[in-house]
């Protein structure tokens, strides 16, 4: 009698991701990604300053999204090629599902901002690695329109609210194996008392 092949570990988990925008339906379901977004808020969080902020855009509200990126871009630099133009608007019309990573930034706070800033970081890993974790696929994406006030009206950011840039989330369309990942001993050193050298800087 054989055995049962043995359920990955959540380190194997880890160390399977790579992002992918080769993405189709389905995407996270409301109760699915309520979860994978619960990951999100489990970063540091230096100061309870809870700058995390997840907007997620879905079904026929893909277009209308669309449309409000195409004029935040139009905003940003009026002679924006046509051909960018119709690039973005397919994209986020197109992606299952997208998620704007909002940071609720306090710059008047004792907490520096670099570090409310990584946090957010930390929360969008954390739900990329969720996203992998129930199956599903992500890829993150910055922005060059997000400042523009028609954008930030639009998506409804308020003071000193900004964007981190977006996930865009679904299935994989094919199995994701990424690119060779470089020798981890190029970027570690064990400190002994003198200064470090990392195999990657020679």
Known sequence: MTS???APSALDVLLS???TDHLV???PDKAQIARIL???IRAPDHGKIRPWRYVVIKGKHRAAFAELVVRAMIAADPEVPEKKIQKRRERFSEMPMIIALVMALRPEGKIPLDEQKLSVG???MNVLNALHAEGFGG???SSDFAGEEVFRAGLGLEGAQTLAGFLFVGTPEKPVTGSKR???EDYMAIWKGEPVAFGADR
């Open 4 to 6: 049962a092949p043995s």
């Open 17 to 19: 991701r790579a992002s």
């Open 25 to 27: 339906a389905p995407a």
């Open 38 to 40: 619960s990951a999100g």
């Open 122 to 124: 930390a929360g969008a």
């Open 139 to 141: 890829f993150w994406v």
């Open 182 to 184: 470089p020798d981890i």
